[in-house]
């Protein structure tokens, strides 16, 4: 069969964002040749878990990304270049991919790497008995793995997935060994290992994650831009409190801190080097549960998007940091059409009007209909502020619109299973992924996160389509009405773009963010 032979060439000078020159000192060490030994960075969680095809935590994947390498990497510019796959074919069909993978790669437990250590990897990911979510997803369609030769690999797909190669190279789908996965299996947790340049020293929950060099790594990608040497460990300190992150940095215990609130950040940022780190996908948002009273009414789901006025809720929530958002997809992210913005603008009088449309009456500060009131109950997973900013601020903004709401504080749990089992009219989220077909996820019938509970024939047609189409206009004309379909069903809440606000010491340079957002230390120095 002829293949078309994709072969592309590593990109320099891309991901390398240098946070130069003075500051506090952090609690890191230095050998005499200016070298960076400790790196300390107040984590805003627990990573739970560190299993990279069984976590859903963007933040967890920030982790990971430095433990597994990936078969290919992504550029800022969203370019896919070689890693652990030099080279590759996709057959004219689009049903398979042909990766010839390097031949000098070992696992940290010294298993050596090649293409059956990558079947193994895709068999794990797709075992039920693994429970996997975010990594099985990525995997689309293309979820059978055959070792064609020692170093050469096939991914066939039933049907075409054009995301693929770039989904690849995300840390959910980073590669570990096939003797780890055959010991612990889906238990595994700490015992995993992989190829990148850390490997794990010790995991304490609710406390810490040390990574130490991996002293055999010589296989990064050339697109990245790595420096010659990065620290020799790295210390993730578990901080779920903003302020505690913040009083790390100052007082020298840390040398960076991630997750900054908006007021915070605004007030510290000059003293400090600056890093604010966006992430493609759906940013911060709120499911808007389809099959619960009151939100089962199309009428009140959309009254919901004309009432509250998004920017009142980032100066509220975040000390007006942030940019609002009004679209579905978020700027950077293929697919975002600025058309979007106006669809549902804040307009009262719309909500009301549609309301009043819909039977509801009301009285005095208070919507009614059939003597029940308009009540709704926000779900909000109480280890995350930014959830909980984001959920009281929208409570603020709908009180003003006459419609009640109650705030139900949810650990991850019961967070989880609330989304689930569509137990809370709102539920306050971000989401972070490399492309749109990130979308199904969310918004095809009986997906894992479809916290919506929509079952929509012309959505999931829209987004089957989407997802198999390999021309780009066709893809993005297709997202575009996935997305206005989406708002139209009221389906979902923007409220703004998911950006990381980091501060770290001056003098501490080399931190390289891959397309996605992913974070990578191998540089810092």
């Known amino acids: 069969m002829f293949t078309k032979r994709h072969r592309l060439a590593a990109t320099a000078g891309i991901g390398l964002l240098a946070v130069a020159a003075a500051g506090c000192g952090g ?22 878990p560190l299993n990279p095809a069984v976590t859903s935590s963007a933040n967890t994947a920030n982790i990971v990304a430095n433990i597994f390498d990936r078969l290919v990497w992504l550029t800022p510019d969203f370019e896919v270049t070689p890693w652990l796959a030099t080279e590759w074919e996709v057959a004219p069909d689009g049903l398979s991919y042909t990766f010839t993978l390097r031949e000098d790669v070992t696992f940290h437990d010294g298993t050596p790497f090649n293409a ?14 693994t429970k996997s979510t975010a ?4 995997l689309g369609t293309c979820t059978t793995a055959t070792a064609e030769s020692e170093f050469v690999l096939r991914l066939s797909c039933d ?29 595994m947790s700490t015992e995993m290992a992989g190829t990148g340049p850390y490997e794990l020293e010790s995991a304490t929950a609710d406390e810490s994650v040390v990574l130490k060099a991996y002293d055999k790594y010589d296989w990064a990608p050339e697109a990245a831009g790595f420096g010659e040497k990065g620290p020799e460990r790295i210390e993730f300190k ?72 998004r920017q009142a809720v980032v100066d509220l929530a975040e000390s007006g940091a942030f940019e609002p958002s009004n679209t579905v997809l978020q700027p950077g992210t293929f697919g ?17 009007e549609l309301l009043e449309g819909a039977g509801w009456t009301r009285d005095g500060d208070a919507w009614t209909k059939d003597g029940k009131p308009l009540t709704l109950t926000i779900g909000t997973f109480s280890d995350v502020p930014q959830y909980v900013n984001i959920a009281e601020a929208i409570q603020a903004q709908l009180r003003d619109g006459g419609i009640a709401a109650e705030i139900e504080l949810q650990g991850r749990a019961a967070y989880l299973e609330a989304g689930d089992e569509g137990r809370n009219n709102l539920t306050p989220s971000s989401f972070a992924a490399l492309d749109p077909v990130l ?87």
């Open 439 to 525: 979308l199904d996820q969310w918004f095809v019938s009986g997906a894992f996160f479809n916290w919506s509970k929509v079952a929509d024939e012309q959505l999931d047609t829209l987004l089957e389509d989407a997802a198999a189409t390999s021309d780009l206009e066709e893809r993005k004309s297709l997202y575009l009405d996935a997305q206005k379909r989406i708002l139209d069903l009221g389906l979902l809440l923007p409220v703004r773009p998911d950006q990381d606000l980091i501060l770290m010491d001056k003098g501490v340079d080399g931190l390289v963010i891959s397309g996605g957002g992913y974070l990578h230390f191998a540089g810092v120095s």
């Open 27 to 48: 609690s890191s060490s230095s050998s005499e040749d200016g070298d960076l030994t400790t790196l300390s960075i107040a984590w805003a969680d627990s990573p739970s």
């Open 238 to 309: 578990t901080a779920p409190n903003p302020q505690a992150r913040v009083a790390a940095l100052q007082a020298g215990q840390v040398q960076a801190a991630q997750r900054i609130p908006g007021a915070l950040f605004k007030s510290l940022r000059s003293g400090y080097d600056v890093v604010e780190r966006d992430s493609p996908g759906l940013g911060f948002f709120s499911s808007i549960n389809t099959s619960l009273f009151p939100t089962d009414d199309v009428a009140v789901r959309q009254a919901i998007l004309y009432t509250v006025d």
């Open 159 to 187: 049907e075409p997935y054009v995301p693929l190669l770039a989904s690849l190279s995300s840390p959910y789908l980073g590669i570990q060994s096939p003797a780890a996965i055959a010991e612990h299996g889906a238990a």
């Open 135 to 138: 990594a099985i997803q990525q």
């Open 116 to 129: 059956d250590a990558v079947v193994q990897n895709i068999d794990y990911i797709t075992d039920p008995a």
């Open 336 to 352: 975002y059409d600025e058309s979007l913005e106006s669809q549902f603008p804040h307009d009262p009088d719309k909500a009301a």
